[in-house]
């Protein structure tokens, strides 16, 4: 392994299609000259069109697999995908933390899949804020921004981390993401690229901010940065499987 790159690490599921996921991490990372490690925190049965089985990796192995790579590597930045509960969360995050306090933490909240499929339910919301506040970034569309924080509004940045909203599915203006620092809101408008939807693109847009802050970017280069590749994968093929670019 080259000396030069830095080293990351995604904890998310396995998706055997390989557009969502650690495989999708993993690939992105490779096309951001970083060095990618992966943690599966489930294995699923799923095609790039439907999800249908989901099978949960027992948290103690996913922490004595984080507590082996820190223990051998100094990783600069971890993306987080679906973990099972708040508390999986909490536990993954004080390891990376107990580790490593210097180490970025990017969380990518998978609720629920596009075929309504629920994973992760927010229960307790002083738990969810407390968990929040530990992390770099977070980063929802917005159907997974209603779940998290109910009733928000878009004119300050009331929330306890950094958070890139995706737009995706944003009705006003489709594909305009929004980036909320702590005195500060950045909008980032769609390019004139022709975008087609993707299986998993939130998994590529976060491993790709993960791996630019690895890169010793800003937050604010390092999302910037993140929509030129995602709408570059979007705009690979019409299908719901993209390539990535070197």
């Not at 999800?51 to 990783?75: A, C, G, P």
């Not at 490593?100 to 738990?127: A, G, Y």
Request: hydrophobic residues 35%; proline residues 4%; glycine residues 4%.
């Amino acid at each position: 392994m080259s000396k030069n790159r830095p080293f990351v690490l995604t904890i998310a599921g396995l998706d055997p299609s390989g557009g969502a996921g650690i495989l999708a991490d993993i690939k992105t990372f490779e096309q951001h000259k970083v060095t990618g490690f992966a943690i599966s925190t489930t294995n699923t049965i799923q095609t790039e069109n439907k999800f249908y089985e989901i099978q949960w990796t027992d948290l103690s192995f996913v922490i004595r697999s984080i507590e082996t790579l820190f223990l051998n590597y100094k990783i600069s930045a971890v993306k987080i995908g679906i973990v099972s509960s708040l508390h999986d969360l909490s536990r993954i995050i004080s390891t990376i933390k107990l580790h490593s306090q210097s180490t970025q933490i990017v969380w990518d909240p998978v609720l629920k899949s596009t075929t309504k499929f629920d994973f992760l339910k927010i229960e307790n919301r002083s738990d969810l804020n407390k968990i929040l506040s530990k992390i770099d970034l977070i980063t929802p569309n917005y159907p997974e921004m209603e779940i998290l924080f109910p009733d928000f509004i878009l004119k300050e940045n009331q929330f306890p981390t950094n958070v890139f909203l995706k737009g995706g599915h944003n009705e006003k203006a489709v594909g305009m993401d929004q980036l909320f620092l702590k005195n500060e809101i950045l909008d980032f408008h769609p390019s004139n690229k022709k975008c087609y939807e993707k299986h998993g693109s939130g998994c590529v847009l976060s491993s790709a901010i993960t791996s630019n802050l690895a890169s010793h970017q800003t937050l604010k280069e390092a999302c910037k940065n993140a929509k030129i590749y995602i709408e570059n994968y979007l705009s690979s093929t019409p299908t719901l499987i993209g390539y990535h670019y070197v």
